[in-house]
């Protein structure tokens, strides 16, 4: 079993930065990949970024240029650094891990871009 804890989220003004860490333990090995995604009210779920634990990483269009994503294999975290945000990218963001098939959520922590 893999269980995922997420941190950082909260609210900022439009143009601020965030800096969310997903922390995961349990059964993993081999390779597998960590990602973030966001689900907005009354949208579904999509994928905001991802990366491969060899390195590779995959973004959403919306966010490239102002968010990186990067894995700290030892410490088996993902973090998302998350700059100039906008209003859009107000939603609650959900850590996702997997391997072998199987994937496993984390529950989710909200980010609010207001003023």
């Known amino acids: 079993q893999v269980h995922l804890v997420e941190s950082g989220g909260g609210l900022v003004q439009p143009g601020g930065s965030l800096r969310l860490s997903c922390a995961a333990s349990?059964?993993?090995?081999?390779?597998?990949?960590m990602g973030w995604f966001r689900q907005a009210p009354g949208k579904e779920r999509e994928l905001v970024a991802s990366?491969?634990?060899?390195?590779?990483?995959n973004y959403a269009d919306s966010v490239k240029v102002r968010f990186t994503i990067s894995m700290d294999n030892t410490k088996k975290t993902v973090y998302l650094q998350m700059n100039s945000l906008k209003p859009d990218d107000t939603a609650v963001y959900f850590c996702?891990?997997?391997?072998?098939?199987?994937?496993?959520w984390g529950q989710g922590t909200q980010v609010t871009v207001s003023s």
């Open positions: 990366i491969f634990s060899g390195g590779n990483t």
């Open positions: 349990g059964s993993i090995a081999g390779i597998y990949s």
């Open positions: 996702r891990l997997f391997q072998w098939g199987s994937q496993y």
